[in-house]
Every structure is written in C-alpha cells, then in structure tokens.
C-alpha cells in the first residue's frame, strides 16, 4: 500500500516560524518534520510513498532530506497546484492509479510507528476505510472524530465543547474512490462523512505517543515525544567534545559538532551537525539545538528549539522558547516565561505534566529576526523580524 504524506500548505497558526519560511523545512533532531511521518509509514508499509509539497517549499531541499534518509528509491515527489488538502490529493493522484487502497499522512505528526501498524491492522481486519483517533483534552485544536464502538460516525473540523475526546490523528487509509469524490468538489471532511456514511470507516484507536506540530510550542513537544523513544549517550565520530566538558543523560551529539570548555549538558539534548555550544554553557533538559546553531559562552537554555543557523548570544538565558531560522538572540537576551494562573491556550502548553503547578511559555522568533543585545522578552511573545512583538 503506497503512502501519501502531505508536507505544503500554510498555516498562521505557526507564525512567526513560518513567516517567510517553510512549515515543511521546521527541524527536529536534525530532521525536517514530516521524515518522522514519512520513514515511520515506508518501515510499516513495506512499500512506496508519494510526498506532495507545495510552490513555496524548496524542492531541492525536500529531495536531500529524502535522499539523507536512504529511502530515495521508494519516494517520489509531487507538487501540487491547487489549494488545500483537496489539491495536495489530487496531484497524488497519477501516482496512486491502479492502486485501490493508500495511506495519507499529515507530514506535521510525529508519532510512533506502531501506530501506523495498528491502523494498517484494524483495515485489513475489516477491509475498510480506517482512520487514526486519539484522545485528547484539548479536543477543540483538533478536527475531530464521534464513534461508536469501532465505527467512525462523523468527523468535524473543529469543536465549541467536549461533545467528544478523540481527535483525528492525521493517518488514514482511504479507497482510490475517495479521489474521485475530491475532484467532483467535495471538501476532505465532507467526502470522509460520504465514505463513512455510504461504506463505513472504522476507528484505529492510539493511545501512545502523539503530537501534532500546528503551533510553534509544539515543536517542544515534539522534542520530548523523540527523545522518550531513543535515549542514551551519543557522540558522533566527528563532534569535538572537550574533556572539561560534563554530559549528563540523554545527550545526542551529531556529526561535526562542537561542545566547548566546561559547557554542562544535561539531557535529554540534542546538539546538531556543525553547531556550537561555548565555553561554560549550560543546556538543560528538553532542548534541541539544530545544525549549525551557535550556544554563546556562559548561557543558559532548557526547554527549547533552535532552529538550524540560529545564533544566542553569551550570557543570555532562553526558556521555553523556539528560535527560528538563522535567528539571533543578542549577548545578555533574558526570556521570561512564567504565566499568570490563569493564562489559558486553546492548544496544551508544552511539557505542562513535567512542570508542576507552573504554567510557562516563552518566545518565538521568526526566522532571521534579531533580538538586541540586554533585551527581557517575554512572556508569551512572538518576535517577527521587522521587531514587532505580539502577546500569544
């Protein structure tokens, strides 16, 4: 069974990370998001994939994450030319011919590849339409699923209450016939309510790990659900890791990277391909620093994400934020990210089980955006890169 993974479109949910960047190119762990998606499906499937893309993602950047991944021979690349999910399918749709079933996966959840196995289970043992639910309190940052027993019997883009817990998990396995309702101009939601109406689709329950990256916390969550999965001490050949330095759980060095005198590392870490943490930093739990990103001498980060190029400057303290693309937070930034008792988010703060009674959220900076030098920032700010900041 081919495997369509879906990695355009825009969204402003991400901004500032997507502004002028995008959403497909967001690394995690040295990864472009949506090869969790796509090397989770081809492991579980055992067959090909087809990823769509959109005009405004580089193609060229696409086909090297492709080809880095060691599965360029099973994965072609599509770029659609009309709008939404329903283009994104459709110019799929060449490549799915003579193919009565595929798989479709949103290219922006990252989930363990057990759940792919699971769904692939439950279709096979009722030869139908199959879609992944997962429960969640936050049902409302969802599109959404009512059931019955196994049986799916409505989905719905978005929720006012809590009328249901489960939430559409972005795999599905769908008939060819499914493209055909598509192009006679049903919207994804309505030709999903005609299939489970006229044929039935059944419920692939998942109760493990899930995060869908719509919001540029999530990229933290993200981060977390990752390292659950693999962790452990990892030095690349190549990294340069001083013996001053002190490395302390899950910590994943990549290739050509460089960890300087009395830098403290304390996992779960990640530190990408050519990025730098200087002397005396200290990296604490739940951060992924990615390639090419520099750490200055004497500063602080935990709980967060620089994206690939990302610069801090010495001296600084970053919590709980996510630094987009060749982004730079000056010597001395401070980000503040303790809210207020009752600050709420239509979306579930990041890591909020692991932090207690506190609820935090920092800053979120668009790509080559700069912050200056002795800035307090935050919190729950975005920082664009003509400096505006915006409340979250």
Known sequence: MKTVVLTGGRTNRMLPLTDGYPRALLSIMGKPLFMYPLTSALRATGD?????????????????SVNESGYAA??????????????ALLAAAEALEGDDWFML???????????????????????RPSVL?????????????FTRENLVTRVVESVSGKETSYVVGGVFILPSEFLVLLERGLKFFEALNYLIEKIGVYAAYWT?????????????NAFYSLTKRRCGLSIAATARVSNTAILEGCVIIDEGATIDHYAVLKGPVYVGRGA???????????????????????TEIKRSVLQ??????????????????RSVAEPRTTVLSVLPDDYTLTRELPLQGLMGKKKKLGVFVAPYARIKAGSVVGPAARIYRDGRVEGI
């Open 208 to 220: 493990g790990e899930w995060v869908a990256v719509d919001y540029p916390w999530d990229l933290i």
């Open 276 to 298: 730098f943490v200087g002397k005396g930093a200290f990296v604490r739990e739940y951060t992924s620093i990615e390639e090419h990103a520099v750490v200055g001498a004497h």
């Open 74 to 87: 099973s994965v072609s690349v599509r770029v659609q030319q009309l709008p939404g999910i329903e283009g």
């Open 308 to 325: 690939p190029h990302a610069t801090v400057g010495s001296f600084s303290l970053i919590t709980d934020s996510v630094l987009g693309y």
């Open 133 to 145: 639910l997962v429960p969640r309190p936050d049902v409302q940052a969802f599109g959404t699923a």
């Open 48 to 64: 090909k994939a087809i990823v769509v893309t959109s005009e405004d993602v580089p193609m060229g950047e696409i086909v090297r």
């Open 105 to 127: 996966v949103y290219g922006d959840v990252i989930v363990e590849e057990d759940a792919f196995r699971r769904i692939l289970e439950v279709h096979r043992g009722e030869e």
